[in-house]
């Protein structure tokens, strides 16, 4: 009997191990063209968590923005009012909050009052000049510090020629290769804050049509001035954070559902140029069920972005064409899941995400497969396309449920004029669109091969129509011949 029950306590266990063991690596997943998810293997893997135990001198209250440049990584804290930083081996080098003068004095405002960062939200590094910008969200300014000695060099508040009813309260900011900064705020629906590098106002800048409601349209033609009043008014979408590319194109976020995108790239005139399919737009999970909510981005040197979503606590990456590469899907309550996720950044090839409830930061790291995508992600860009090719092969002896890969293989093919490899290629990506201008390719060079062929036929078959209906017109000269 004892041997029974050690029996069954046994097996017990060994499900219980056998479950755990199954649940310690992510679930990530693409698309097909039908928009049916296909299991694939992850592009990304846990590699580090960042906690309290990071920064043992100082108080953690939360991770609520990150972001890398000149070789360090930032991270804000909003709970404890902090900028705390690490070195690119990831050594705690300074905690900011008392902020100081270049000759070590403590820094002063007008008012003769000690400046201390006030529930700061965002954090940008401007490689070009060296300097950290800060949105100092409770204080409602920007501080601008040396990037090596991190002292305050200057001070940028509302500026006085502001117009317009949004209030500046800098939430995230960006600045561009001549110093202008762009800087999101809270509930702001006049667009994003465009500000001249002496911090004077230039303008608002990539203002975010909303969705226009045909129905509503409809009764307000017909409706009274008194009836419209009353109707609801429906404001721009706001933004909620900020990334820029190398070329000085903005990215930006929105999960407003009055916003028609929900992921922006703003060219200087502050238009939206990102480039989405219409079959499968940047929106994340395209389940009904589902209601992504885009909180950060991040972009990287060749154009592939990551946006972290609130809603199913996930991290959605695309390439420049807007082709969904992977998704970083590890479920809720596993080492690398988030609870309530708050900013990403690009660490060299690596990911950073970070968790304000947690207080943690997530570190990922390519897997070989990984590797494999962004190297032809990053050739595809710079037009080196055969060599794109060329890793896109590779990573499908590692995944062949890769659609994206047959796809990319299918376009390059495409442009060497080899249309029945393409045509074969982007019918396993099941890429209708690129499938349809390699076989009109191909049709068309048929028909040219096959032109005097053609023309032949088409010769014999009037001589054909010639003989026989002189047949016809002899025989029936000779039938009246002998009628008469």
Request: net charge neutral; with cysteine.
């Amino acid at each position: 009997m004892k041997n029974k029950i050690l029996l069954i306590i046994l097996i017990i266990f060994t499900m219980e191990w056998g479950g755990a063991q199954s649940n310690t690596r992510s679930y990530d997943y693409a698309y097909d063209f039908w928009q049916i998810t296909t299991e694939t293997v992850p592009a990304f893997t846990l590699e580090r968590v960042l906690d309290k135990s990071t920064f043992p001198d100082i108080t953690i209250g939360g991770f609520d923005d990150v972001h890398y440049g000149g070789g360090k990584l930032f991270f804000i804290d909003t709970t404890e009012s902090r900028l705390n930083i690490l070195s690119d081996e990831l050594k705690p080098l300074v905690s900011v909050r008392l902020l100081y003068m270049e000759d070590g004095r403590i820094a002063m405002d007008e008012r003769r009052r000690q400046i201390v960062l006030t529930n700061p939200e965002g954090v940008f590094f401007q490689e070009l000049t060296n300097e950290i910008y800060i949105a100092d969200t409770g204080a409602r300014r920007i501080l601008v510090l040396d990037g090596n000695k991190f002292f305050l060099k200057r001070v940028i508040e509302r500026p006085e020629g502001m117009t317009g009813v949004t209030e500046f309260k800098p939430s995230k900011l960006a600045v561009d290769r001549t110093n202008r900064i762009y800087i999101v705020v809270q509930s702001g629906y006049e667009g994003m804050i465009e500000l001249n590098e002496d911090g004077s106002f230039s303008r608002y800048y990539g203002y975010n049509k909303p969705k226009v409601n045909l129905l509503d349209h409809f009764w307000k033609v017909f409706a009274t001035n008194e009836q419209r009043e009353k109707m609801a008014k429906i404001f721009a979408p706001s933004y909620n954070n900020i990334d820029i590319d190398q070329d000085g194109f903005v990215y930006s976020t929105t999960y407003d559902a009055n916003s028609q995108y929900m992921v922006f790239r703003l060219n200087p005139r502050g238009e939206n140029v990102l480039i989405q399919s219409k079959e499968q737009p940047v929106q994340g999970d395209f389940s009904p069920r589902i209601s992504n909510q885009f909180v950060a981005v991040a972009v990287n040197d060749y154009g592939v972005y990551a946006v972290l979503d609130r809603a199913t606590r996930r991290i959605f990456i695309y390439n420049f064409y807007g082709e969904m590469i992977s998704v970083i899907n590890y479920p809720q309550g596993m080492k690398g899941s988030f609870t309530a996720p708050t900013g990403i950044t690009w660490f060299n090839e690596k990911l950073v995400a970070t968790d304000k409830q947690l207080r943690r930061a997530y570190i990922y790291s390519m897997t070989d497969f990984g590797r494999l995508a962004m190297e032809s992600a990053r050739h595809y860009h710079q037009g080196e396309w055969e060599e794109s090719a060329r890793y896109l092969e590779a990573a499908l002896q590692l995944n062949s449920n890769y659609d994206l890969a047959y796809s990319g293989i299918g376009k390059h093919y495409l442009m060497q004029d080899d249309y029945e490899k393409a045509m074969y290629y982007l019918k396993l990506g099941q890429n209708r669109s690129f499938y349809s201008k390699a076989f009109n390719q191909f049709r068309n060079e048929w028909v040219k091969k096959n032109l005097i062929c053609f023309a032949l036929v088409f010769v014999a078959f009037i001589v054909i129509i010639i003989r026989s209906e002189v047949r016809h017109h002899k025989k029936g000269g000779a039938k009246n011949e002998a009628g008469s």
